[in-house]
Each structure stands twice: as structure tokens, then as C-alpha cells.
Nanobody
Framework: QVQLVESGGGLVQPGGSLRLSCAASGSLFSINAMAWYRQGPGKERELVATITRGGPTNYADSVKGRFTISRDNAKNTVYLQMNGLKPDDTAVYYC????????????WGQGTQVTVSS
């Protein structure tokens, strides 16, 4: 079992920055890949960024150059630094542990709201 708790969302003006955090607890030794997803109003949930324990990362085209995913393995925490925020980034952001070796199912956090508005 893995538990994920996100924090760091809020209201920010266009061009501003936020840093999201996701603290993992439970059966942590198996976790290699972690990810951030988001779901905007009236939109489907979409993948934002992924990271593995060794550090390789991937990003959605819409956030490349603006968002940075990172992790602190000692703290069992993954971060999403979001710069240059746009109104289109408004969404509920979810932390995710996808199925992988040693973890047969996907785990999700409860989500944290990010609103970009002037």
C-alpha cells in the first residue's frame, strides 16, 4: 500500500510560480516511477510530468521549459515546480504512482487545486 498527500496549490496570477509537493508513505521501497497529472475544468486528466528514482524526467509539451519535476528520495517526496503559469494551467493536480515492478496497481493522491487568474 502507498499513500500520497499533495500540498502547495493555490491561487496565483499569470506569470507567477507555485511548487507542489507530494509526500509518499507506506510500501516505499518499490517505488521507482512517480508522476504528476492534472485535470482542468471540463477536461480529461492528462499527464504533466514523470520521474524515476534515477532521475530521468519527461514532460508534456504544454509545460516543457516552465515546469520541473524533482524528487527527494530521502524524504520520499516528489515536487513540481511551476513557473510562468498560465490560465490554461488551472486544474486539480494529482500525484501518481503508476503500476511498476513490485507495485501492481496505480495509486493517486487526493489532488490539490491550482488556479491561475488575475
Amino acid at each position: 500500500q502507498v499513500q500520497l498527500v499533495e500540498s502547495g496549490g493555490g491561487l496565483v496570477q499569470p506569470g507567477g510560480s507555485l511548487r507542489l509537493s507530494c509526500a509518499a508513505s507506506g510500501s516505499l521501497f518499490s517505488i521507482n516511477a512517480m508522476a504528476w497529472y492534472r485535470q482542468g475544468p471540463g477536461k480529461e486528466r492528462e499527464l504533466v510530468a514523470t520521474i524515476t528514482r534515477g532521475g530521468p524526467t519527461n514532460y508534456a509539451d504544454s509545460v516543457k521549459g516552465r515546469f520541473t519535476i524533482s524528487r527527494d528520495n530521502a524524504k520520499n517526496t516528489v515536487y513540481l515546480q511551476m513557473n510562468g503559469l498560465k490560465p490554461d494551467d488551472t486544474a486539480v493536480y494529482y500525484c501518481n504512482v503508476p503500476p511498476q515492478v513490485g507495485i501492481p496497481r496505480s495509486y493517486w493522491g487526493q489532488g490539490t487545486q491550482v488556479t491561475v487568474s488575475s
